[in-house]
């Protein structure tokens, strides 16, 4: 079967399911999307490489990866291979320089790895057709609401800490940034950082 090449275009809190998030793959030579629900900690997991953050402490996929690369192992893909009561199967494509081996993962692990090693992803035209939603009219890229807890509304607690971030000065920002790092809030990070890059270029 052809594959066909997807990009991550978003990744967003899940309106549908308490504490899980809409991971979004767009179709690379396409309008079609494919939106897959993951959960908090693999979404973090890929927003923290998707923005270049450093954790203070490797995360189980960084980990994954500093093992692999240390036996000279390289992701060559992942393939989203099949669909199945609404849960998608994948498989990632390794090689240790002298045979190609596959394995199974959960999608969300293996995205998370692809991301790191970046490694395409691909998936096939019958699960497109099953599962993608076209868009229509002009696409965009978003990164938001990777929120931790689920007490509250994600979406207004990220508006006003950005807000708050905002009103602080430099000095205030830099230091607020470390801490965040400090204690692994890599979402604040995150809104951190684009305070900062709004300052220097305005």
């Known amino acids: 079967m052809k594959k066909i090449k997807l990009d991550i ?5 899940s309106q549908t399911q308490s504490g899980a998030y809409a991971l979004v793959l767009g179709e690379v030579s396409g309008r079609r999307r ?3 629900i993951i959960g908090g900690f693999e979404a ?9 953050m450093t954790p203070s402490r490797p995360l189980t996929h960084d ?4 093992f692999a690369e240390t036996y000279h192992i390289r992701i060559d893909e992942v393939i989203i291979y099949n669909l199945v009561d609404g849960i998608f199967y994948a498989k990632i494509i390794f090689n240790d320089g002298h ?17 790191r090693f970046k490694a395409p992803v691909y998936t096939y035209e019958f699960i497109l057709a099953s599962a993608g939603i076209v868009i229509e009219g002009n696409d965009f890229v978003f990164l938001e ?7 509250n509304d994600p979406e207004i607690m990220a508006s006003k800490e950005t807000s708050s971030f905002a009103s602080m000065t430099d000095d205030q920002l ?13 979402e604040k990070a995150a809104r ?10 305005s």
């Open 145 to 151: 609401n990777i929120e931790s807890s689920g007490a």
């Open 174 to 186: 830099q230091e607020t940034l470390s801490k965040a790092l400090a204690e692994e809030m890599y």
């Open 192 to 201: 951190i950082r684009d305070e900062i890059t709004r300052r220097k270029s």
């Open 44 to 52: 973090q997991a890929i927003a923290i490489e998707i923005e270049k």
């Open 99 to 115: 045979k190609q081996t596959e394995i199974d993962a959960r999608t969300s692990d293996a995205i998370a790895l692809a991301v």
């Open 34 to 36: 494919l939106p897959i």
């Open 63 to 66: 980990l994954f990866k500093t």
């Open 9 to 13: 275009v978003g990744l967003s809190y």
